[in-house]
C-alpha cells in the first residue's frame, strides 16, 4: 500500500458524472465561460451531447477549443491518457482538469487511470468524482438504472440539482435514499447547478491525509449537522434484523422496504472497539477486494493497529487499494476502527465476521 498525498504541482482532476439531464452541461458551461480567473481544462465524451456555445470557442484546432475565459475544452475521442498527455504538453498549465462522463456507466476505470497510469499519476492526481443528480427524477432513475445507481455509489460528493422543483419534504426522502446507497459523500443542494466552483474543485477527497477531516458523520455516527437526514447506519436496519447498538432513531427505516431496489448497491458500515492484528487485516483486505473487486465501488477505512500509535487510514477504489499510516491517534480520539465498503449485493454479516476475525 503506498502513500500518494499529491506532490505539489500536480494537477488536480475531478470526474463529474451525472445522468442526462441532471444539469451537468449547465456546470461545465459555466466552468468554460465564467470569469474565475482560473485555467481550467475540461474534457467531454462528445462536444455534440455537451451544448458548448460556438460562439465562445477561440481558435478551434481539431481536439481542443481554447474558451474566451481562457479555459479549454477538448473531447475523448481515443483514450483518456493520451487526451491528459496532450493537455500536459500546454504551455501555461491548468488550475484543475474535469473529465465528464457521459454516458460511461461506472466512474470507477476513469478513477482508476489515476491511481495505474505512471505518466498521468506524475503530473496530475484524483482530487474527487462528483455527481450532479437530479432531484426531480432521481428517484425514477435509481429504479430503472444501473448507471444512476453506480454514480451516486461512487462519488464523493453529490450536487443536488433541481432543489427548486421539489419539496423539502421530498428532498429529504431523496437525501435520504442518496445516504443508503453513499452514506459518505456530502450533498450540495443547487439550482440550476449554481454550486459555487471550489465545492467541487479542489477537495483533496482522495488524499487518505484528509478522510478525517472530510467526513465528520463518517467519524461519529448519527452526530452529523443538525437539520440533515443521517441515515448513516443504513444498510444496517432494512432486512428487519436490526443490529447496530448505537440507539440512534433512524425514524424512518420503516419505508425502505417496499423502496424501489437499488440493485443492490448500499453502504455498509463496520466497527470495532478492539485492536486490530495489522498483518491479518492487510490480508483479509486484500483477499476480500481480490474475490469481490467488481462489486466493491468504494471503501474507506481508519483502523487501530495493535502496537502501533499511528492511525492506519485505507481507501479502495475497486480492486485498487491504497493505505498508510497517518498522525498519531490523539488524547481526544476515540480510538475504534471503523471502515466503510459501498457496493453490490454485499453480505454484512460475512463481512462483520472477518473484519472481527481480525481483531488482535
Known amino acids: 500500500m503506498t502513500n500518494t498525498a499529491p506532490a505539489p504541482g500536480k494537477i488536480p482532476v475531478t470526474v463529474l458524472t451525472g445522468y442526462l439531464g441532471a444539469g451537468k452541461t449547465t456546470l461545465l458551461n459555466r466552468i468554460l465561460t465564467e470569469e474565475h480567473g482560473k485555467r481550467y481544462a475540461v474534457i467531454v465524451n462528445e462536444f455534440g451531447e455537451v451544448g458548448i456555445d460556438n460562439d465562445l ?18 473531447t475523448v475521442r481515443g483514450d483518456l491518457i493520451r487526451v491528459l498527455q496532450g493537455l500536459m504538453k500546454r504551455k501555461g498549465g491548468f488550475d484543475a482538469i474535469i473529465v465528464e462522463t457521459t454516458g460511461l456507466a461506472d466512474p470507477g476505470p476513469v478513477a482508476q ?16 468524482v462528483t455527481a450532479v443528480v437530479d432531484a426531480k427524477h432521481i428517484l425514477l432513475r435509481l429504479g430503472d438504472s444501473k448507471e444512476a445507481v453506480e454514480q451516486i455509489a461512487f462519488a464523493d460528493q453529490i450536487v443536488l440539482n433541481k432543489t427548486d422543483l421539489v419539496s423539502e419534504d421530498d428532498l429529504r426522502h431523496v437525501e435520504a435514499r442518496i445516504k443508503r446507497i453513499n452514506p459518505l459523500a456530502p450533498i450540495h443542494r443547487a439550482q440550476r447547478s449554481n454550486v459555487p ?10 488524499d ?30 432494512h432486512h428487519g434484523h436490526d443490529h447496530h447498538h448505537h440507539g440512534h432513531d433512524h425514524g424512518h427505516g420503516h419505508d425502505h422496504k417496499s423502496d424501489i431496489h437499488d440493485d443492490g448497491v448500499k453502504g ?56 498508510d499510516f497517518q498522525r498519531p491517534w490523539m488524547e481526544k480520539d476515540r480510538r475504534y476502527s471503523r471502515m466503510v ?20
Open 208 to 237: 487518505l491525509e484528509r478522510i478525517t477531516e472530510l467526513e465528520p458523520e463518517f467519524l461519529n455516527p448519527g452526530h452529523g449537522e443538525a437539520g440533515h437526514v443521517h441515515d448513516e447506519h443504513c444498510g444496517h436496519d
Open 57 to 74: 470557442v477561440v481558435g478551434a484546432d481539431e481536439e481542443v477549443f481554447e474558451m474566451n475565459n481562457g479555459c479549454v475544452c477538448c
Open 268 to 323: 455498509i458500515s463496520l466497527t470495532l472497539d478492539r485492536p486490530v492484528d495489522g498483518q491479518k487485516i492487510t490480508v483479509w483486505l486484500n483477499e476480500l477486494l481480490a474475490r469481490r473487486g467488481p462489486d466493491i465501488l468504494r471503501a474507506k477505512g481508519i483502523i487501530d493497529v495493535k502496537g502501533e500509535e499511528r492511525r492506519l487510514v485505507f481507501q479502495a477504489v475497486h480492486m485498487i487499494l491504497e493505505g
Open 341 to 360: 465498503f459501498i457496493g453490490r449485493d454485499l453480505d454484512e454479516a460475512e463481512l462483520k465476521a472477518g473484519f472481527e476475525a481480525t481483531a488482535a
Open 197 to 206: 466552483l471550489e465545492a467541487i474543485i479542489g477537495k483533496h477527497s482522495f
Open 113 to 128: 487511470t489515476f491511481f495505474v497510469d505512471d505518466d498521468v499519476k506524475a503530473r496530475t492526481y484524483l482530487d474527487s
